[in-house]
């Protein structure tokens, strides 16, 4: 069975700290592990895959297979990056996103 | 708003009572896809279609619910005898076919509420 697990509901940092956003995943193929992100009044929507290996608005996350998570991490946290994550994961050739329970980040000025 | 489109946007219905929403997709995009959200939980996969061909349903996808798309366009969710457990949000999502990249264009959703 496919499952991912965010274990924190709510994380709170400064502007311009650190962040990361823990998530874990249960699956016994190849993942497709993506983040999706809820601004306030907005539409969920991909912020990025880890097949594509690129830093979207400064955010970054590497799959660890031996670990079996993919935290999305920014250096330097921003007041815009405010919003909900969700991590999601995909086997391959599937259709389905499976989602996990999601991270609502705030950022303090 | 050239995205997917939902309505309405919320409902508030009596326990037992039938409720319908529609999704619109991106135009061309042939696939769509239902998911329901329940509050402090992620988004949870009900069914998929390719074009009018429904592939795939959920085991959350009880007898009571049914999803069609006649025309390979827009869609219905269809919720018949509601239950208190039924209020949630309904997402509806679409990408097109020719490449799967896991992005998913989401509608704003609709809100359902059993009283």
């Known amino acids: 069975a496919q499952r991912v697990t965010q274990p924190e509901k709510l994380l709170s940092v400064f502007k311009g700290a650190p962040v990361e956003l823990k998530c874990n995943y249960s699956y016994s193929g190849s993942p497709e592990l993506f983040w999706y992100v809820q601004y306030s009044r907005q539409r969920l929507q991909l912020l990025l895959r880890h097949i594509s290996r690129e830093s979207i608005k400064g955010f970054t996350a590497d799959l660890n297979k031996g670990e079996t998570s993919f935290h999305l991490k920014k250096p330097f946290a921003q007041e815009e990056d405010s919003a909900m994550y969700y991590c999601a994961l995909s086997s391959q050739g599937a259709q389905k996103l499976v989602f996990g329970q999601g991270t609502r980040l705030t950022i303090n000025p | 708003d050239t995205g997917v489109s939902q309505n309405p946007r919320h409902k508030i219905t009596k326990r037992g009572q039938n409720v319908t929403f529609r999704c619109d997709p991106i135009?061309?995009?042939?696939?769509l896809y239902w998911y329901r959200q329940t509050l402090g939980q992620g988004p949870e996969f009900l069914t998929y279609f390719q074009n009018e061909a429904q592939l795939e349903k959920s085991r959350l996808l009880s007898d009571r619910f049914s999803a069609e798309r006649p025309k390979g366009s827009f869609s219905t969710l269809e919720i018949q005898r509601t239950e208190q457990g039924d209020s949630a949000m309904y997402l509806c999502a679409s990408r097109p076919g020719q490449m799967n990249t896991g992005e998913l264009f989401f509608g704003e959703g609709s809100r359902l509420t059993v009283l």
């Open positions: 135009s061309e995009h042939n696939r």
